[in-house]
């Protein structure tokens, strides 16, 4: 699921020159995308690595693009692979892959070796018969942050309208 927010300015901010228009909507864009980023993260489950590891709360980032132009465009994701599959969740039919679970097995149950590795097939069966529920932090993040946007956005004399493709 893709989110596309399309800025609009109002009002008298076309009055005060282009400049100024311009860095109103950068400085709105960068101050929600770091809002986001901070609420998404706070939504994420935390993983076998903690706070301080490698996993994918702290692979979620943001990138701005397009600053000084009227197509300023901010994103916020993951570059982890299995970051949709926390999202989205994973629909029955397809077990997921060997050793994806290993580390987890290894941490959270405290198995190791051959019973980490039968405990970790065990579970990846499972998954793949029942699928997994998702834990849409990024739509959730996004959505339940709509009016904070809207606040943001009046401060800046921006309107904003939030297209969900559909949804």
Do not use: C
Not at 20 to 40: G, P
Not at 90 to 104: H, S
Not at 109 to 131: H, T
């Amino acid at each position: 699921m893709q989110f596309t927010a399309h800025l609009k300015a109002t009002g008298p901010l076309f009055a005060k020159g282009p400049e100024l228009v311009q860095h109103n909507l950068d400085a709105f864009v960068e101050e929600v995308v770091q809002m986001l980023e901070r609420e998404i993260k706070e939504l994420t489950p935390q993983g076998v690595y903690g706070l301080r590891g490698a996993g994918l709360l702290n692979s979620i980032g943001h990138t701005i693009t397009g600053r000084g132009s009227k197509h300023v465009r901010g994103v916020i994701g993951t570059p982890q692979p299995y970051g949709e599959f926390v999202e989205r969740g994973r629909r029955p039919g397809k077990m997921p892959p060997q050793g994806v679970l290993l580390r987890w097995v290894e941490v959270k149950l405290g198995l190791s070796g051959k019973e980490a590795q039968r405990v970790e097939y065990l579970i990846r069966r499972k998954i793949g018969q029942k699928g997994t529920a998702g834990a849409a932090m990024f739509a959730k993040g996004l959505l339940e942050n709509l009016p904070r946007i809207e606040q943001i956005s009046r401060r800046y004399e921006l309107k904003t309208t939030v297209d969900l493709n559909g949804q």
